[in-house]
């Protein structure tokens, strides 16, 4: 960030130039169809996120200036390149030795400590309060890569989501981690070629993955557990046979699915030109759907029987990050 003023403001102003300059590169892209950054949210989610960014950014200025240290640096900064005391924002991880590589979003070095943190604006907490296990894995790895870049420093690592959590590095976490990469490293040698199907895990890790599309073990997977359930959440994603495909007015259709899991299943406000062409008989494949379908209890869950795109009575309620494939019969 450019120092103009005062950490709030300079943090205010920053966020405003990155959303501006987003939109302009949607509005490039999408013309009449991008959505406005601002407005994906509903009013009060956006304005709680709004102060959590600007709460972190704004602390995290102000200790960047403590007495003692340098100024926070900019992005793309090398770990072995610090100087032996400051804070430096985006700092590069590159450990051959643990074939590891990593970008941490704040590293501070003060004599023999080292502080990695991680900055959050998500989910971080589990229903007890704790801290979900794959964040504090991803901590432990960085923790594994500073004590390889600095062996002599003391490494302590934090996740910020407007309230700091240590994670723990003890010796036990220590070695706990280390196992957990060696035997994730086992299944892939240096050097070797592997069918990316049978390394494919699916499960919880699947929400998210930005390759479902393309990974066969999850499409695999996915239509047996929406048609008998499973222990863990499922990404809002469909495909299967369309049975039906009505219009809900200009722009949008309703379209009937059978799925691959036998089901009949109902997506409401379909924007995407993809499937307004779409005819009986094409299979279809949606990713990143919107439903209000919840689960309920304590039991397996269930995939939704019924999806959207388009909300008609909120403008923001929308599956902006939807993807469509068609497939003519």
């Known amino acids: 960030m450019e120092r103009r003023g005062s950490p709030a403001a300079d943090a205010a102003r920053t966020l405003e130039e990155l959303l501006d300059d987003a939109d302009a590169r949607l509005s490039d892209r999408y013309e009449s169809e991008a959505p406005r950054l601002r407005e994906l949210l509903p009013y009060m989610t956006w304005r709680r996120k709004r102060r959590l960014v600007l709460d972190l950014a704004e602390r995290h200025l102000i200790s960047s200036k403590a007495s003692g240290a340098a100024a ?33 979003d704040l590293v501070e070095r003060d004599a023999g400590l080292v502080t990695v943190r991680d900055l959050k604006t998500g989910r971080v907490l589990d229903a007890e309060g704790e801290v979900l296990p794959h964040i504090e894995l991803q901590l432990r790895l960085y923790g594994l890569m500073a004590e390889s870049v600095w062996p002599s420093c003391r490494v302590r690592l ?88 009505a219009s809900a007015g200009p722009a949008s259709v309703h379209v009937t699915l059978r799925d691959d899991g036998g089901r009949l299943i109902k997506v409401f406000h ?10 009986v008989g094409d299979h279809v494949w949606m990713f990143n759907l919107r439903s209000r379908d919840r689960h309920l209890g304590t039991g397996l869950r269930h995939h939704p029987l019924n999806f959207y795109e388009a909300d008609p009575n909120d403008a923001t309620d929308r599956a902006w990050s939807l993807q469509v494939f068609h497939s003519p019969v």
């Open 72 to 104: 926070l640096g900019g992005g793309k900064q090398s770990a072995a390149d610090l100087p032996f005391r400051g804070v430096w924002a985006e700092v590069d991880f590159n450990v051959p030795a643990l074939r590891l590589r990593g970008r941490a």
């Open 270 to 279: 379909v924007r995407s030109d993809d499937i307004r062409g779409a005819h």
């Open 158 to 245: 934090a996740v910020d989501f407007g309230e700091e959590r240590e994670i723990a590095f003890d010796e036990a976490a220590r070695c706990e981690t280390q196992a957990w990469l060696d035997a994730t490293l086992l299944r892939v040698p240096v050097g070797c070629d592997f069918v990316a199907n049978a390394l494919a895990a699916p499960g919880a890790g699947c929400v998210g993955c930005p390759f479902r599309h393309v990974c066969g073990a999850y499409m695999t997977w996915a239509p047996h557990v929406w048609r008998e359930g499973g222990p863990t959440e499922m990404p809002l994603d469909t495909w299967g046979v369309v049975v039906d495909c």
